[in-house]
């Protein structure tokens, strides 16, 4: 089973068809349980809202865990921390494809110097 860290706490993280709204109509996409150390997840969710919604979790968790129970109940603190976590994460992942992407450039440029001096030599 998944687990997702709070704090030094394991919470599991299940993925569920659905999960009851409190307002008739509403989608929730997730919900965390702090007696039950558990998040649920709507199975249903592409990949990267499914991501979010989890980060979305663990910012209430995490607020929750350090008596900011005020924090927590302010859906739009949550989203907007959510958010930035969110992105900061995407931008790490794009400078690391970037990184290795101009090392890959860098080492075929390298085994070309060196297939060309090797013709060179064979040459003379
Ligand atoms: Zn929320």
Redesign the pocket.
Known sequence: MNTINICGIPFNIKEVDEIPPDIPGEVIH???SHSRAEILLRESLPKELKQLALI??W??GVLVMIGRTDL?DD?IV??NVALAINQTFEIKEEVEEWIEWKDFLINEQKRRQKNCSLKETENE
């Open positions: 997730g919900e965390i979305h979790e910012v209430h927590s859906e949550v989203q």
